[in-house]
């Protein structure tokens, strides 16, 4: 079709990324298929699964780890942890600093959703040796690499 040498899909490699993006948008819905029955939304889940990994940490470096705004955050943390599940501390060294915390409530549900996606991740990743697995991680890991340095794409 005439004027679309210039979109994505003209570019032979564009239907390798979208196959990635498919993928990762398949492993969404699964996953909140999974969550469901817990009441939990994929977003929180991300929050909780995260202070698992770090118990502790800040508001802003959440904020980071997550692609999401403080404001964004700050009212999910708000009704998470009016459900029970989070809470904040001050910094005992900077009083401004909130340091996140799951609670038990929390961590007992963190860690089941968690166990949960094990098994999505595992049946899913049957798909591939541990070679394709390996070579997978590879390449995205450099594309992430490239993208995060900041440089302006190449032409051509």
């Not at 989070?86 to 860690?111: C, H, M, N, Y």
């Amino acid at each position: 079709m005439p004027g679309l040498e210039k979109t994505p899909w003209a570019r032979p490699r564009f239907k390798n990324w979208l196959a990635v993006a498919r993928c990762h948008a398949l492993y969404a819905q699964r996953l909140q298929l999974i969550l469901a029955p817990l009441g939990l939304r994929i977003a929180q889940f991300d929050v909780l699964a995260n202070l698992v990994y770090e118990p502790g940490m800040t508001q802003q470096r959440l904020a980071g780890k997550l692609f999401v705004g403080r404001s964004n955050l700050s009212m999910a943390l708000s009704e998470m942890e009016k459900m029970g599940w989070v809470r904040r501390e001050s910094d005992p060294q900077d009083k401004r600093i909130r340091r996140l915390f799951l609670t038990p409530q929390g961590q007992a549900l963190a860690l089941q959703a968690l166990e949960d996606e094990c098994v999505l991740f595992d049946e899913m990743m049957t798909a591939l040796s541990e070679e394709e697995c390996n070579a997978l991680g590879d390449s995205m890991r450099r594309l992430g690499d490239y993208l995060k340095s900041g440089l302006p794409p190449k032409e051509g």
